[in-house]
């Protein structure tokens, strides 16, 4: 590597997606120095809602009002899983830190209290959740007492139809109306999209248009939703407008990913780990990653001419198969960094059930990396891998997250586990 | 020689001179370059371009225009900062020739008057002849080796015109010297003179000149150590007869050496009258080079000078083209035609030679470039002999980034910026438009039909897969999963929003398209030229997609497959 860039750090954490931001920021906070690689591409599939935990057990699919109820049975239940090794005193510091963290780079979200909320979601249904954003969350009073409410929606913009929400919802909900108005200026345009409606938003102008055009539809409507296109960077001064401009709470409905509630998450977990002095290497790829008995040294592509990263610890936040941490052929799945061993089905043939839907889901779908107590991917004899390498987030084995609903739940409560066995691994050894 | 033939060949160069003079001047107020040139009269050019010369020769101008006249024209400043070796070279040819022509060639006219007693046959003279030639030699030489030196693997821009007035240059001074050496070592010529100017002077005294002459003056008499009492007597026909005009001729440092070479064959140099023809070459060799001059590159000994003064001119670092009236515009691009002396400085400068050297086309490089402008506007580009030298004048001129080197590095302080300006303005209307232009004239579609019907439905993978990589690669794009995170962070998508003229497809949907297979629905689409390369789309996509560079490549590949099936020229 002569001639390449070189840096070093405390702790890398590899992976930019909810686990591998939840590692950054809470490494930052714990005054470790810290080098974040990879893009954060995967955030912009979130929905802006925090899950904890939703469901337990999955094959039941039964939902949890407290999700610390929910943990209590998943820890009953399932000892192996990720979720149930971080103590409920962690869990909670872990979420307040986050969301703080988020509402600090202009994201607020509602206060967190011990219950699970319900919101209502773009195709009329309604999905059980933790943290909900302060745009989204007069929506949740709005369902619970369903007082006359008008939903709006704007031509052109496909992944949302108030009319639809009405149609699913209507029969329990008899005062909701939907109207469907031409949003502002693009009056000869045959499609939108979302996030330039929602820039467009940002201007005083069109903001005032588009609230003159709702006003007169508002009737005795004492709540109004939109689809969450209410601003981008600056969403808590457009969705402040709104409410004020129409006398009655306003609320956003999250849309389908990839939504402007994913790319806010995103810009603003973005600026809370750069305010925090961590240093990103985005859109770059690790290409080796070795251990020496001092560190780690990381060599990355996609930096012109070369970089390595030396680091006293590392963090692994890959997540499974779209974030690539995991990959699968004709016969396994394999870890793609370092080739950890994963834990798996034995044959390919036991990935799946038959039933593509079946209620307890696919065995593929709890694959991934074993750990020790101290957050520690196991190698092929059961002992850690390397003293100073953790893992966090969606790899870890043993969790469906999908089917829980606890995706944000298991990213940022590992992460911060994670990173106190992080904190004390170092405080022993010298910074290189 | 008789005169009547030195006169006649004298007046008919010069009249041919004239004449090209006023031909190449006439350019000057004729060539329509930029669109902003096209509607303006004889009478408008010639009125604006008195009008400036007037304002700037009465205003404080004029002492930027003497600045210029000593430290650009005169001392070649500009080209001493780019080219050290070349500055030498040209100041020594420059010092040698004016030289040359104010002293040797004029001699008649200023020799005398100057310098009372004048003959170039005494010292200092005979020295200070021979080291203008040196001068003039060794700088043409050096000039050759500088240019040599410069090779690039693109064509330079050379004319044959060029070569050959250097030749013609070479040869005035090889029979200068050659003349000269042939005179000193000539027995006929000594016996001539003597009998011209010691004719009444007994035998043996003569006998004593030549041999005095014989050792001391290099004539070839085959005698060279003669007793010393005889060289006594020949000095004293010489003190009377000969030192008034003739110095010893070892001074000539060029000419001596080549003198005693000659010696040997003087006998038989005489018997073929050498001294006759030789004058005939030199002579005519010049009166060649002065009918010619206007017609070669060496017509910058002029236009050169002229450019500095009239750029000069203009107020501290504004660039004169782009201040002065439209008249006044057009006769600086014209001028700079003439000015530019070929040097290829530019084309060292230039931020997109590396471009020029990967597409194989030399015009993009600033020195082609200009001579595409001048025969855009001569019409000869246009000329169907000439479609291939258009095509590759257009892809040059849109390629440009319009950095301005060139501008900055031209040792004739040519704005050559304004020039490209104008250059493009002109290809546009001649129907050689920018790409990005003639593209959108038809729609996607329309273009795809158009590819179908002129190379059938085949599959270019392969034959594109090194020139088009990533859009030949199935993997660069396989892994969009249709998310819309381009589209929504594409500036050109919002800014259409609200646009009729929007963009047909959105960054998503081409990426789409390839993934179908049907990437030459893609070549002609809107977003794919509208796209301004801001790389949000490249930086957001979540699946690590080439998105911009897709497009980009697209762009490269849509100007190669739709060039091949549009007609050369749109209509204009």
């Known amino acids: 590597?002569?001639?390449?860039?070189?840096?070093?750090?405390?702790?890398?954490?590899?992976?930019?997606?909810?686990?591998?931001?939840?590692?950054?920021?809470?490494?930052?906070?714990?005054?470790?120095?810290?080098?974040?690689?990879?893009?954060?591409?995967?955030?912009?599939?979130?929905?802006?809602?925090?899950?904890?935990?939703?469901?337990?057990?999955?094959?039941?699919?039964?939902?949890?009002?407290?999700?610390?109820?929910?943990?209590?049975?998943?820890?009953?239940?399932?000892?192996?899983?990720?979720?149930?090794?971080?103590?409920?005193?962690?869990?909670?510091?872990?979420?307040?830190?986050?969301?703080?963290?988020?509402?600090?780079?202009?994201?607020?979200?509602?206060?967190?209290?011990?219950?699970?909320?319900?919101?209502?979601?773009?195709?009329?249904?309604?999905?059980?959740?933790?943290?909900?954003?302060?745009?989204?969350?007069?929506?949740?009073?709005?369902?619970?007492?369903?007082?006359?409410?008008?939903?709006?929606?704007?031509?052109?913009?496909?992944?949302?139809?108030?009319?639809?929400?009405?149609?699913?919802?209507?029969?329990?909900?008899?005062?909701?109306?939907?109207?469907?108005?031409?949003?502002?200026?693009?009056?000869?345009?045959?499609?939108?999209?979302?996030?330039?409606?929602?820039?467009?938003?940002?201007?005083?102008?069109?903001?005032?248009?588009?609230?003159?055009?709702?006003?007169?539809?508002?009737g005795d409507a004492r709540a109004v939703g939109f689809p969450a296109v209410l601003g981008l960077a600056r969403a808590r001064e457009v969705h402040e407008a709104f409410a004020a401009g129409l006398g009655v709470p306003v609320f956003e409905i999250p849309t389908m990913p990839t939504s402007v509630?994913?790319?806010?998450?995103?810009?603003?977990?973005?600026?809370?780990?750069?305010?925090?002095?961590?240093?990103?290497?985005?859109?770059?790829?690790?290409?080796?990653?070795?251990?020496?008995?001092?560190?780690?040294?990381?060599?990355?592509?996609?930096?012109?001419?070369?970089?390595?990263?030396?680091?006293?610890?590392?963090?692994?936040?890959?997540?499974?198969?779209?974030g690539r941490g995991l990959t699968a052929d004709r016969e396994q799945l394999r870890e793609t960094i370092l080739g950890l061993p994963v834990q798996q089905p034995n044959s390919r043939a036991d990935w799946h059930q038959r039933d593509f839907l079946a209620p307890s889901g696919h065995a593929i779908n709890r694959a991934g990396l074993r750990i020790d107590e101290a957050w520690r991917p196991l190698d092929a004899g059961g002992k850690p891998a390397w003293p100073q390498l953790f893992a966090v987030g969606s790899i870890l084995a043993q969790q469906d997250w999908m089917r829980s609903k606890c995706g944000s739940g298991?990213?940022?409560?590992?992460?911060?586990?994670?990173?106190?066995?992080?904190?004390?691994?170092?405080?022993?050894?010298?910074?290189? | 020689m008789s005169p009547a033939i030195f006169q006649t060949a004298l007046y008919l160069s010069l009249a041919l001179c004239a004449l090209g003079l006023v031909w190449r001047v006439s350019a000057w107020f004729r060539l329509r370059i930029g669109p902003d040139a096209q509607a303006l009269t004889l009478f408008e050019r010639l009125a604006a371009v008195s009008r400036g010369t007037a304002s700037a020769l009465v205003s404080r101008s004029v002492f930027r225009v003497l600045a210029a006249l000593v430290f650009d024209v005169l001392l070649q400043y500009r080209l001493f900062v780019q080219a050290k070796l070349r500055w030498f070279a040209h100041l020594l040819i420059v010092a040698g020739f004016t030289l040359l022509l104010l002293m040797h060639a004029l001699a008649a006219l200023?020799?005398?008057?100057?310098?009372?007693?004048?003959?170039?046959?005494?010292?200092?003279?005979?020295?200070?002849?021979?080291?203008?030639?040196a001068m003039v030699f060794v700088g043409a030489a050096l000039l050759l080796y500088a240019r040599g030196r410069q090779q690039t693997d693109l064509a330079q821009t050379r004319r044959l015109?060029?070569?050959?007035?250097?030749?013609?240059?070479?040869?005035?001074?090889?029979?200068?010297?050659?003349?000269?050496?042939?005179k000193i070592a000539s027995p006929q010529a000594f016996d001539r003179m003597a009998q011209q100017f010691a004719g009444t002077a007994d035998s043996a005294a003569l006998q004593a000149l030549r041999a005095l002459w014989a050792s001391e003056f290099?004539?070839?008499?085959?005698?060279?150590?003669?007793?010393?009492?005889?060289?006594?007597?020949?000095?004293?026909?010489?003190?009377?007869?000969?030192?008034?005009?003739?110095?010893?001729?070892?001074?000539?440092?060029?000419?001596?050496?080549?003198?005693?070479?000659?010696?040997?064959?003087?006998?038989?140099?005489?018997?073929?009258?050498?001294?006759?023809?030789?004058?005939?070459v030199h002579l005519f060799a010049c009166f060649l080079g002065l009918a010619s001059l206007p017609f070669t590159r060496f017509f910058h000994v002029l236009a050169g000078p002229l450019s500095l003064l009239v750029n000069s001119a203009a107020p501290e670092r504004a660039l004169p083209a782009r201040s002065a009236s439209?008249?006044?515009?057009?006769?600086?691009?014209?001028?700079?035609?003439?000015?530019?002396?070929?040097?290829?400085?530019?084309?060292?400068?230039?931020?997109?030679?590396?471009?020029a050297r990967y597409l194989g086309n030399p015009g993009l490089l600033p020195a082609h470039k200009l001579l595409a402008t001048g025969a855009l506007a001569s019409g000869r580009l246009l000329r169907p002999d000439h479609e291939n030298q258009a095509l590759q004048a257009a892809e040059g001129a849109f390629l440009c980034t319009d950095c301005g080197r060139c501008t900055s590095v031209c040792p004739v302080g040519l704005d050559l910026e304004d020039l490209w300006q104008a250059g493009r303005g002109d290809l546009a209307a001649a129907g050689l438009p920018a790409p990005a232009q003639w593209v959108q004239a038809r729609t996607a579609v329309a273009w795809a039909d158009s590819l179908e019907a002129e190379a059938g439905p085949q599959s270019y993978s392969d034959l594109y897969a090194a020139s088009a990589p990533l859009s030949a690669d199935r993997s660069s794009f396989s892994r969009c999963v249709q998310c819309q995170t381009c589209t929504n962070v594409c500036p050109v998508v919002a800014h259409s929003m609200g646009s009729e003229h929007g963009v047909d497809l959105t960054p998503q949907k081409v990426m789409n398209l390839l993934r179908l297979g049907l990437r030459e629905l893609t070549l002609g689409s809107r977003m794919v030229w509208d796209c301004a390369s801001c790389y949000q789309c490249q930086e957001h996509c979540p699946e690590s997609v080439r998105v911009a560079d897709i497009m980009c490549e697209l762009r490269a590949l849509a100007v190669r497959r739709l060039g091949a099936v549009r007609p050369t020229r749109e209509a204009a």
């Open chain 1, 1 to 218: 590597m002569t001639g390449a860039r070189q840096d070093s750090c405390d702790v890398a954490v590899i992976g930019a997606g909810m686990a591998g931001m939840a590692a950054a920021l809470f490494a930052a906070d714990r005054g470790l120095s810290c080098i974040q690689i990879g893009s954060g591409g995967g955030i912009l599939f979130a929905s802006g809602l925090l899950d904890l935990l939703g469901v337990h057990p999955v094959d039941t699919h039964r939902p949890w009002l407290s999700p610390y109820a929910a943990l209590a049975a998943l820890a009953r239940d399932e000892p192996d899983h990720p979720l149930a090794r971080v103590d409920t005193d962690s869990i909670r510091a872990a979420f307040e830190s986050f969301v703080a963290a988020l509402g600090a780079a202009g994201l607020p979200y509602a206060p967190l209290d011990e219950r699970n909320r319900s919101v209502l979601t773009a195709l009329g249904t309604i999905k059980t959740t933790f943290g909900v954003p302060l745009s989204m969350f007069p929506g949740v009073a709005a369902l619970q007492t369903r007082p006359p409410c008008l939903l709006v929606d704007f031509r052109g913009l496909r992944e949302f139809s108030a009319r639809q929400i009405a149609a699913t919802l209507g029969d329990r909900w008899t005062g909701l109306r939907h109207q469907r108005i031409e949003f502002p200026g693009s009056e000869s345009a045959s499609e939108l999209y979302a996030a330039h409606v929602a820039r467009a938003l940002e201007t005083a102008e069109t903001r005032a248009r588009t609230i003159a055009l709702v006003r007169p539809l508002l």
């Open chain 1, 261 to 322: 509630p994913g790319l806010r998450l995103l810009q603003a977990l973005e600026t809370a780990v750069s305010v925090r002095g961590v240093r990103r290497r985005h859109q770059v790829r690790v290409r080796k990653l070795a251990f020496a008995a001092e560190g780690a040294a990381i060599d990355l592509d996609g930096v012109p001419g070369g970089e390595r990263v030396y680091a006293r610890a590392v963090v692994l936040a890959t997540g499974r198969f779209s």
């Open chain 1, 410 to 432: 298991l990213a940022i409560a590992t992460a911060w586990a994670a990173m106190n066995q992080v904190a004390r691994a170092l405080r022993g050894t010298a910074a290189i």
């Open chain 2, 110 to 133: 200023l020799g005398d008057a100057l310098f009372p007693g004048y003959q170039p046959t005494l010292a200092p003279y005979l020295f200070l002849r021979n080291l203008c030639g």
């Open chain 2, 161 to 182: 015109s060029g070569a050959a007035f250097m030749a013609l240059l070479g040869l005035v001074l090889a029979s200068g010297f050659l003349l000269e050496a042939h």
């Open chain 2, 218 to 280: 290099g004539v070839a008499f085959g005698d060279p150590n003669p007793a010393p009492d005889r060289l006594e007597q020949g000095r004293e026909l010489h003190r009377n007869a000969c030192a008034s005009c003739h110095s010893v001729p070892s001074s000539a440092f060029v000419s001596y050496p080549l003198a005693r070479v000659l010696g040997p064959a003087s006998g038989l140099l005489d018997a073929g009258h050498a001294e006759i023809w030789l004058l005939y």
């Open chain 2, 326 to 355: 439209p008249g006044s515009r057009a006769a600086c691009r014209a001028l700079a035609l003439d000015a530019c002396v070929r040097c290829g400085i530019c084309d060292a400068h230039c931020s997109v030679a590396p471009l």
